[in-house]
C-alpha cells in the first residue's frame, strides 16, 4: 500500500473537532481517570509512529513502549481515533467474552465497505450468533473427517505437483488456499473462472488499508471496481444455483447449499456479502501461517528434521498415492505443536478492534463510553511472564506446555467468544496437510534473506522465496491425477 494512503488516512479521518472534544472531555470527566498515555499531535495522533514500528522486524516496539511507560492499558490516538490499547490476558478476555453487553465490533471504513454489510465480521445481535453458528457448523471436525479432508489433500497435492526450482511461496500458498476455499464455499474446481476471480480478489484486500475515499486513494477506488466485479460475479452463481435447486432439487453441501436450505431466506446479496467475507477470511490468513511455518522450520532446523520424521512415518504406512484421511491427521501430534508455535510467533491476526458501548471501569481505570479499544493479542503471546524464552520459535514448548507459565486461556490466535473464528480448525487441518505433503515431496533452501513485517498485515517482505528441489524423482509421474 502506498504510504501516501497512511498519511492521509490519518489526516482526513480525524477531523479537528474530534480532537478537541477529546481534549475537552479529558478534562470534563470526573472520577475514574481515563488510562494514561499520549493522544501524540492534534489529527494524526501516534498513527506514524505506529506504523514506522510495525514496518520493522521487531514485532512489538510500540506496545512495549508504552507498556513500560504507562502499564498494560494505555491509551494512543492512531487511525483517526483515541484508542485504548489492552496488553493483557484478562482484559482481553472481558472483551472477547463481553460481545454485545459491553464491547461491538468497529473496523475502519475501508475494511466494512469492501467487505460489505452483511459480512459475518460486521454483523451485530441474534442474527450474528445465528449465522456464527451455522458457519461454525459448517466447519466442524466431523464435516471436515467427511467431506473436507479428502478435497483439501488432493487440490494441495496437485498444486505442489507443478512446482519446479524457484517459487515464491507465498503466491503459491495463496493460490492454494484460494482453491480450498472456492471449494468448500461452492465446489469450484480451480480453473480460469477461479484464477480470475482471485485476481479481484487481490485488489479488494488491497484495499482493506487505504483511505475510505475513490477521489484520493486510486488502490481504494480499485479495490471498489473490483469488490463490485467479485460480488456480481458471485450472484451470477447464487442465481444459477437457485435455479438448479427450483428445477430439479439439487442440494449441495457446501456452504453455499447449506445457506439456500435456511429457512432465512436470505437474499442473493446478502449471500454474496458473506461468501466474499468468508473468502477474504480463509485466504490471506491461512496462506501467511503456511510461509511462516515454513520459514520458522527452515530456521530451526532441529524442528524441521523432527516434523520431517512425523510425516515419513505417515508416508510410510501407505502407498504412495493414498489420500490422507482423519486417522493421519490426528496422528499428526507434533505438527499441531509447530502449528500452535507458528501461531503464536507470527500473530496473523495480532488483536482485535471494538468500541465501548458504555463506560467501562478496568483496572483502576475508565474506558469512556464510543471510545475505540484494541485488544492486543500479540501482545500477550509475546510477553516472557506468559511463554519462556517468548520470542523464540519453539514447538516443544507445547509438548510438555513446560514453556508456558498458564496455558490454555491465554493463548487467543482464534480470538475466542462469540467472534470465534469459525475456520479455525479448517485452517489447522490445511496447514497440516500442506506440510505434509511439503515435506514428504520436496527438499527446500530459502534463495534470498527474507525478513518478517507486520505492518498493514504480518508477512515475509519478500513472499518468501525458495528453490524445491523433488525427493522422488519418479514421484513426478506419480502426482499428476
Ligand atoms: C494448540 O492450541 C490450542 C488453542 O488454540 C489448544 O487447544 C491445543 O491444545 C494446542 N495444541 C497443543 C499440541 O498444545
Redesign the pocket.
Known amino acids: 500500500m502506498d504510504p501516501a494512503d497512511i498519511m492521509f488516512l490519518t489526516a482526513a479521518v480525524a477531523i479537528t473537532v474530534t480532537f478537541l472534544l477529546t481534549i475537552a472531555s479529558l478534562h470534563l470527566r470526573r472520577g475514574v481517570p481515563l488510562p494514561p498515555g499520549s493522544l501524540g499531535i492534534p489529527l494524526i495522533g501516534e498513527t506514524l509512529q505506529l506504523v514506522a514500528a510495525y514496518r520493522t522486524e521487531n514485532p512489538e516496539p510500540f506496545i512495549d513502549e508504552r507498556v513500560k511507560k504507562y502499564g498494560p492499558v494505555f491509551k494512543t490516538h492512531v487511525f483517526g481515533e483515541p484508542t485504548v490499547f489492552m496488553t493483557e490476558p484478562d482484559t482481553n478476555r472481558l472483551l472477547l467474552q463481553n460481545e454485545g453487553t459491553l464491547f461491538d465490533c468497529s473496523y475502519p471504513g475501508s475494511i466494512s465497505n469492501l467487505l460489505g454489510r452483511h459480512s459475518l465480521l460486521l454483523m451485530k445481535g441474534e442474527l450474528h450468533k445465528r449465522m456464527h453458528s451455522l458457519t461454525m457448523s459448517l466447519g466442524s471436525s466431523s464435516v471436515i473427517r467427511d467431506r473436507l479432508l479428502v478435497d483439501m489433500d488432493r487440490l494441495i497435492r496437485s498444486n505442489l505437483a507443478g512446482w519446479s526450482d524457484r517459487i515464491l511461496l507465498m503466491e503459491e500458498a495463496k493460490k492454494i488456499t484460494f482453491e480450498l476455499t472456492m471449494k468448500q464455499l461452492m465446489s469450484f474446481d480451480p480453473g480460469e473462472w477461479t484464477e480470475s476471480l482471485r485476481k479481484e480478489y487481490v485488489l479488494v484486500i488491497e484495499g482493506f488499508f487505504s483511505v475510505p475515499s475513490s477521489i484520493f486513494s486510486p488502490t481504494y477506488r480499485r479495490a471498489i471496481q473490483a469488490r463490485t466485479k467479485v460480488a456480481e460475479a458471485l450472484n451470477l452463481v447464487v442465481r444459477q444455483r437457485r435455479k438448479d435447486k427450483e428445477r430439479d432439487g439439487a442440494k449441495k453441501k457446501d456452504v453455499l447449499g447449506t445457506l439456500l436450505d435456511t429457512d432465512d431466506h436470505f437474499s442473493d446479496e446478502q449471500i454474496a456479502d458473506y461468501l466474499v467475507a468468508l473468502l477474504v477470511a480463509g485466504y490471506e490468513t491461512t496462506s501467511t501461517m503456511m510461509t511462516f511455518a515454513v520459514k520458522y522450520l527452515t530456521e530451526t532446523p532441529r524442528a524441521l528434521a523432527q516434523l520431517k520424521e512425523e510425516h515419513d512415518r505417515i508416508r510410510g504406512k501407505k502407498d504412495h498415492l493414498d489420500d490422507l484421511n482423519w486417522e493421519d491427521y490426528k496422528s499428526m501430534?507434533f505438527t499441531?505443536?509447530v502449528?500452535?508455535e507458528s501461531?503464536r510467533m507470527a500473530n496473523i491476526i495480532g488483536g482485535v478492534f471494538r468500541r465501548a458501548i458504555t463506560d467501562i471501569d478496568i483496572k483502576g481505570h475508565r474506558i469512556p463510553k464510543g471510545w475505540r479499544v484494541f485488544a492486543s493479542f500479540r501482545a500477550v503471546h509475546l510477553n516472557p511472564e506468559h511463554f519462556e524464552d517468548a520470542r523464540t520459535f519453539n514447538p516443544w514448548r507445547?509438548?510438555s506446555?513446560s514453556g508456558m507459565l498458564m496455558?490454555?486461556k491465554i493463548?487467543?490466535?482464534?480470538g475466542g467468544g462469540t467472534r470465534l473464528c469459525p475456520g479455525?480448525e479448517i485452517a489447522r487441518v490445511a496447514i497440516s496437510i500442506f506440510l505434509h505433503r511439503l515435506l514428504t515431496t520436496y527438499s527446500w533452501i530459502p534463495t534470498e534473506d527474507d525478513k518478517s513485517v507486520y505492518f498493514p498485515t504480518t508477512r515475509t517482505k519478500k513472499r518468501y522465496p525458495i528453490h524445491v528441489r523433488r525427493l522422488d524423482a519418479t514421484s513426478d509421474v506419480d502426482q499428476k491425477d
Open positions: 501430534t499441531q505443536c502449528i500452535n501461531l507445547w509438548q506446555n496455558p490454555g493463548f487467543t490466535p482464534f479455525y
